[in-house]
């Protein structure tokens, strides 16, 4: 079973709107999780990273938030531009294990 | 540029025959993977090195071979594709991934998707 699960699976919104992504995680202990973006035909880019003790990171439009005691993440996209459009993707990295555990991500698609 | 170059972008293979994906970065990074990642699943980890002369398995590691002769190059093998392995293969580098050293991003190329026939 995987131990990161992200909602929605995708979704469509208009330019200018934001939006929020979810991620459910249950590895632990944790020791990072991380927010990548993917363009189509590229590979992931990150966008945050935060630890267990952190609650929120910013990298411009995005702002990514953690409660480490529900084991939940979400990435808020603030005024969705058309090159937001991308599949986001939710990654844990364990404590003590090199191997990251990635959720299947969430395909977002702005329209004009 | 600095970064992950992975080559090729794109590879058509016959079941049964081989080759080997090629994976360099210019970092300096100590860490480097492959990834697989199918449509509607998470990126699973095939083969990782923390080091030249390192290598360890992933998740999915069989049919696939690695070695990791110099800290720059990371080469996947696939010895004797099969169309389960129709897939994109990224492969990532980062400073390090033990967290006591610090939370390092991971720097992935840009991909080979690969079809095997």
């Known amino acids: 079973k995987n131990q990161v699960e992200q909602s929605p699976q995708s979704l469509i919104i208009l330019e200018g709107k934001n939006c929020t992504l979810q991620?459910?995680?249950?590895?632990?202990?944790?020791?990072?999780l991380r927010w990548y973006k993917q363009d189509t035909g590229r590979g992931p880019v990150s966008l945050t990273i935060m630890t267990f003790s952190e609650n929120t990171k910013s990298n411009g439009r995005y702002t990514a938030t953690l409660d480490a005691d529900t084991k939940q993440s979400s990435l808020h996209i603030t005024a969705s531009q058309l090159s937001d459009s991308a599949s986001y993707i939710c990654?844990?990295?364990?404590?003590?294990?090199?191997?990251?555990?990635f959720g299947a991500g969430t395909t977002v698609t702005v329209r004009a | 540029n600095a970064g992950v170059t992975q080559t090729p972008k794109f590879q058509v293979l016959k079941t049964g025959q081989s080759m080997t994906l090629q994976c360099a970065q210019d970092?300096?990074?100590?860490?480097m993977s492959w990834y697989r990642q199918d449509p509607g699943m998470g990126l699973r980890l095939i083969h990782y090195?923390?080091?030249?002369?390192?290598?360890d398995q992933g998740e999915v590691p069989n049919g696939y071979n690695v070695s990791r002769s110099t800290t720059e190059d990371f080469p996947l093998r696939l010895l004797s594709a099969a169309p389960s392995q129709t897939s994109v293969y990224f492969c990532?580098?980062?400073?390090?991934?033990?967290?006591?050293?610090?939370?390092?991003?991971?720097?992935f190329g840009s991909g080979t998707r690969l079809t095997v026939v």
């Open positions: 970092m300096n990074h100590e860490y």
């Open positions: 990532a580098s980062s400073y390090s991934n033990r967290p006591v050293r610090g939370n390092y991003g991971y720097t």
């Open positions: 991620c459910n995680y249950t590895v632990s202990p944790f020791s990072n």
């Open positions: 990654v844990v990295s364990p404590l003590n294990d090199y191997k990251l555990s």
């Open positions: 090195s923390v080091g030249a002369g390192i290598t």
